[in-house]
């Protein structure tokens, strides 16, 4: 079973620009999450998709950060303009069954942004 | 006050030496309980997954949750320098799961 696939896996950009993050979950996974990591910190959530809806983007600071989830499948994490603190790494992830209920999660290598 | 709180250390112990984590949470409403491994520019991986309290062994690893006092805890005995990793504790209830910091454990040789 192919696991989680993430790109690209580094990105530098300057304060400003944009940047997107590609995200292939596990085939048949329904669940969808999109944590970001700063360093030496835990994974904070940003948003969770469950088929192509959106269950929780409480965190998601909007005015700059986006995510979609087309066709229930693979997804995007767009952040426009970015901001120094933004430097993290992003992390998908996805399961069969919501966390709540028992699911397990599995991630992706993540994606690392340093923002200059 | 954090949901969950985890110390981050670092921790560094002897080959063969017994390593124990622990978190305390505040969210009487979580039910299943987690301990993730990352290695160093990996993503996390589940370790070892508790529901309510009680025990659970897996191998060297050994999860425990005292929900009337909102601790838990991971053991892991024997420990092998491949055991050098962070360890995030993580907790669920209903669709939503939070991490602690992680605990970076470094075994010597």
């Known amino acids: 079973e192919a696991g989680v696939a993430q790109s690209p896996r580094y990105k530098i950009i300057e304060k400003r620009q944009s940047v997107a993050f590609w995200c292939n979950p596990i085939?048949?996974?329904?669940?969808l999450y999109w944590y970001q990591q700063i360093l030496g910190q835990g994974p904070k959530l940003l948003i969770q998709?469950?088929?192509?809806?959106?269950?929780?983007d409480s965190q998601l600071p909007k005015d700059r950060f986006s995510a979609e989830r087309l066709k229930g499948v693979d997804s995007t994490l767009k952040i426009q303009p970015a901001k120094l603190e933004d430097s993290a790494v992003y992390l998908c992830a996805s399961s069969r069954r919501l966390a709540g209920l028992g699911g397990e999660l599995f991630f992706g290598e993540g994606s690392r942004l340093t923002v200059l | 006050q954090k949901e969950v709180e985890q110390d981050p250390g670092p921790l560094s112990v002897p080959e063969g030496a017994i390593v124990s984590l622990n978190c305390t949470y505040s969210n009487s409403a979580f039910q299943y309980f987690m301990w993730y491994r990352q290695y160093s520019r990996k993503g996390p991986e589940l370790l070892m997954y508790?529901?309510?309290?009680g025990n659970k062994e897996d191998g060297r690893f050994t999860a425990q949750v005292d929900k009337s006092s909102k601790y838990i805890s991971l053991f892991i005995r024997d420990s092998q320098p491949s055991d050098s990793a962070t360890y995030l504790c993580a907790m669920a209830s209903d669709y939503k799961l939070s991490f602690g910091a992680g605990t970076t454990v470094t075994v010597r040789a």
């Open positions: 085939s048949g996974h329904a669940t």
């Open positions: 998709f469950q088929n192509n809806g959106v269950v929780d």
């Open positions: 508790t529901y309510s309290s």
